[in-house]
């Protein structure tokens, strides 16, 4: 059999070595036919025969224990001992237990042993990937919410600019099963391909066989065990996917986290680059999609992983989606997230104000507040694209309905300063979220996913006036703000528990309480009626409320 | 191409009929080559053939929009017109946009209505699941924890007879990635064996055609697609899988969640059994395979979904995963997961018991509390086998060390019992929940899997003096007691943690708390130097605290 395998190896190298000298010096490029060795042997090959008159060797009965010797099955032992015989022992092992000099002689040395190969271990071979300033790609925000864009394609123009800074290094490359265009990352295109190995048509588009795009087969499986591949061997990469598809491979991440976690213990293991995701054609933008489309849950399964290993990012725009990809596309050891937006949608903020928001991870958005150097009456927090659209939204409604209503509006980037530091490095200590979030004042936090993760996360934190709004598995195929509203993330609902827990306005919440009530069915009529959002909805639009300006 | 089609079809249609005549009239029984309809059609096939001078019919540019008609693209309006034209709208409408008769005679009536055939709205062909009566299936117990039995094991003989009942309705099915034996349903071999319908080896077992398990794939995928499919088809069965390995069909159990709260809302829907999973080989009992095995978030999973749908039960013996068993596969349209031990342990409750707990689901165990009638000093809570009896080792530590103490002790079987009212059918409302847990004790919590299921399920409960241990990602091949000493589920830390915050102790707690920190470090020094759990855990035995017995 030795002989055999030798020969079959043999065989398969001259194959190899025969298509690279053909590639080479011919110039054949077509993808050709590597060599494939196929092993076939019986089930549990060289272990016992047959035990107590049952066949075991070449049986389903070879699997895990092929012969149990216990108290009650003592007899066996001389089926063991004949077993471990056959491997002749006293040709491997001198009298003392040691492998014998010949044998050991024979054993790989060095980088030839398997844990210390550079391909194993690819770390070894990482380079830093080379990245353009980001701040250089950003959206000219001047006034806060009141130019639009599509933040994913924004964050394009700078990933064509990776693409095409490492190049040479050949080092980075674009997965996603199928959806570079529909997650739009379009400007992608211009300095790469989808790489391909097929035939091409003349009507084909954005193929050829160097592309850094891998974008050609619909299975979020394929795409996260490439790029964990890629990763192990010492390249980067992310995976950008439709946020409810990503649950196929949550199996998959939970490996990937067990791994990451024993490498760090492990003090041999050369660092790697992050494992990161792109959760985009996310829950609240499945306008022709609906129900089966909506699954924030990645994130409850992320926040049960390692806390040094895990890493969430919810940019409200395209200027903070820029800075946490830049970020965590340079970062190493880490699985991150980051949930992101594609549809048109207003731009909060400037560049650096963005940058400074992100490399807090979490802070209060002063123009959106009226709280300065008061007591505040109320928090509203948000997390995530829309659930911050439809914030500030609810902060402008109680604004201008209550005027002197003192309220603090916060936004969270980095999930995880929510949580204590004591159980996350990036968590905030309770003193810090105490000054943020204030003891005792009610905080309306509106979420992205589903509520239960703001409950995991802040379970330790004194302020229990907490009301977290997010998705409750609630969606069809219907207008957008129908589908916030379905879900309790929009406005008129957070005006409406807002003035549940101000207790400083005694009963004077009830009138806009039945407005908010009136409006949603209004909303709910108007749909049916035209098939898009009502007008309030659609044209409304941001006023800083920190300034003395006309209420528009 | 009608005409093909009709062709095709009436081929397949008559090869079928051959088939089934071979069967019947002759017996030949081997499996047949069912015959197979491939049909490939260009992609947009029909649609537009170009738009804008690019091709679109029978290329990628026909996926979703094939032609953009808006304010920016209204000199395409001729295109789409043209295109609807070719359907000759003329010869299927009149002019007032009525189907015409001939059409209308074409499309099926009654039953042959793609969502009135019975085999699509599988609910109309439901048949009663036969079931013999649980209790007779019992573990005899007559003290609590003195006998040994492997509740899986227990639970086969139960499975081997509802196989039998249901023999001749052939609507009942087991489903598993191979692992029937694993999971120690060997008794259900008894009544039935492993659908196969390739060749039989005569040193296979547990083979033939008819078998009523399914069991011959290592896929998780496969286990659950076929369950889903027989399930809507009007049959009865369950999936039992490793509870690690569950995770692989996340996106599966979601998309099943949606299917069911979706038919929920649709009258002419008929009722369909629920999908039960049985979650064994579980995260505590791992021993030689290790943190690759360990993942209970599952039912972090699950507790995400609509209220109406997941019911989560975690029977602490075999008695009490009978009844939960025995309730789960009668019931309808709910997801229902079991998590279940397979390995010797304790039995806790006599089937009287068992019936009672698991009934109401949640409940004080007067047997292990001495608090009867009086203010406890302090709530340890359990929820899942090796939890239950480690906080019942703890009781029985802290009972021996401070006799005066009145301890209540809580098992959890039903776990939506602990979520409020207002948000799950089985939660308790406030009062209630109160009466268990007290409104200020503190409650030592074990859970089974991560603590952010529990911190989710109760924060809207009074009580927030409630400290959850449970998993936290730790875990290594090691010996069953460390792996729950790694995650701090473990008797020793949960003494240390009530011993903390046990103010009528004052200080006395200090000697027993150092006493757990020695003990723990003895337990390394010996697994290391033994390879087995110290002796004071491998010997350790429940006496009821409520009897005024010598204490062992």
């Known amino acids: 059999m030795h002989e055999k395998m030798a020969e079959a190896m043999e065989k398969a190298i001259l194959t190899i070595k025969a298509i690279w000298k053909r590639a080479r010096e011919y110039g054949e490029t077509r993808r050709p036919r590597w060599p494939l060795i196929i092993l076939r042997t019986p089930k549990g090959w060289t272990g016992p025969k047959e035990v107590e008159e049952k066949m075991i060797e070449n049986s389903f009965r070879s699997h895990q224990v092929p012969v149990m010797i216990d108290d009650n099955h003592i007899e066996n032992l001389g089926v063991l001992e004949t077993w471990l015989r056959s491997y002749h022992p006293e040709e491997l092992f001198d009298d003392d237990g040691h492998v014998l000099p010949d044998i050991k002689e024979q054993t790989p040395n060095g980088y030839r042993r398997m844990g210390a190969n550079p391909h194993a271990n690819g770390g070894l071979l990482l380079k830093n990937l080379r990245t353009p300033d980001f701040t250089e790609f950003g959206v000219d925000v001047k006034e806060h919410g009141h130019v639009l864009a599509q933040d994913m394609m924004e964050l394009g123009k700078y990933v064509s600019e990776v693409v095409r800074l490492n190049e040479n290094n050949k080092n980075f490359r674009i997965f996603g099963p199928d959806e570079a265009l529909s997650n739009r990352l379009n400007y992608v295109f211009d300095s790469t391909n989808r790489q391909w190995e097929c035939d091409i048509l003349n009507t084909d588009e954005y193929l050829n066989n160097s592309g850094r795009v891998i974008d050609s087969y619909l299975s979020e499986h394929l795409c996260e065990g490439w790029l964990e591949g890629y990763l192990l061997t010492g390249r980067h990469g992310f995976f950008h996917c439709y946020e409810a598809f990503i649950r196929v491979v949550d199996s998959m991440a939970s490996q990937h986290a067990k791994w990451l976690k024993v490498c760090n213990q492990l003090p041999w293991r050369a660092d790697i680059a992050s494992l990161n995701y792109i959760l985009t054609s996310h829950i609240w933008q499945q306008d022709h999609n609906g129900f089966t489309h909506q699954d924030p849950g990645f994130l409850n399964h992320l926040i049960t992983k390692k806390a040094d290993i895990t890493r969430i990012y919810l940019p409200p725009d395209a200027n903070c989606l820029l800075s946490c990809f830049d970020h965590c596309i340079k970062s190493r050891n880490y699985i991150n997230a980051i949930v992101a937006s594609k549809h048109p949608s207003f731009q909060w903020l400037s560049m650096d104000e963005a940058v400074k928001h992100c490399t807090l991870g979490i802070g209060v958005w002063d123009w959106a507040s009226n709280d300065k150097g008061e007591e505040p009456d109320i928090v509203m927090a948000c997390c995530g694209d829309?659930?911050?659209?439809?914030?500030?939204?609810?902060?402008?409604?109680?604004?201008?309905?209550?005027?002197?209503?003192?309220?603090?509006?916060?936004?969270?980037?980095?999930?995880?300063?929510?949580?204590?530091?004591?159980?996350?490095?990036?968590?905030?200590?309770?003193?810090?979220?105490?000054?943020?979030?204030?003891?005792?004042?009610?905080?309306?936090?509106?979420?992205?996913?589903?509520?239960?993760?703001?409950?995991?996360?802040?379970?330790?934190?004194?302020?229990?006036?907490?009301?977290?709004?997010?998705?409750?598995?609630?969606?069809?195929?219907?207008?957008?703000?129908?589908?916030?509203?379905?879900?309790?993330?929009?406005?008129?609902?957070?005006?409406?528990?807002?003035?549940?827990?101000?207790?400083?306005?005694?009963?004077?919440?009830?009138?806009?309480?039945?407005?908010?009530?009136?409006?949603?069915?209004?909303?709910?009529?108007?749909?049916?009626?035209?098939?898009?959002?009502?007008?309030?909805?659609?044209?409304?639009?941001?006023?800083?409320?920190?300034?003395?300006?006309?209420?528009?």
């Open 386 to 552: 829309t659930p911050t659209l439809e914030t500030l939204a609810a902060v402008s409604i109680l604004h201008r309905n209550f005027p002197d209503l003192k309220i603090r509006t916060i936004n969270v980037v980095d999930l995880m300063r929510l949580q204590s530091n004591s159980e996350h490095p990036h968590g905030l200590d309770d003193l810090s979220y105490d000054m943020l979030f204030t003891k005792d004042k009610p905080i309306i936090f509106n979420f992205h996913g589903y509520p239960s993760v703001i409950h995991e996360l802040i379970h330790r934190r004194h302020n229990k006036n907490i009301h977290v709004h997010g998705y409750i598995e609630e969606g069809t195929i219907t207008t957008p703000f129908d589908m916030r509203v379905q879900n309790h993330i929009d406005r008129y609902h957070l005006v409406m528990d807002a003035l549940k827990y101000l207790d400083c306005l005694g009963n004077r919440g009830g009138s806009l309480y039945q407005k908010c009530l009136d409006r949603l069915v209004e909303h709910k009529e108007y749909i049916k009626d035209y098939g898009m959002d009502i007008e309030e909805v659609r044209n409304w639009k941001w006023y800083d409320i920190d300034k003395d300006e006309e209420i528009i």
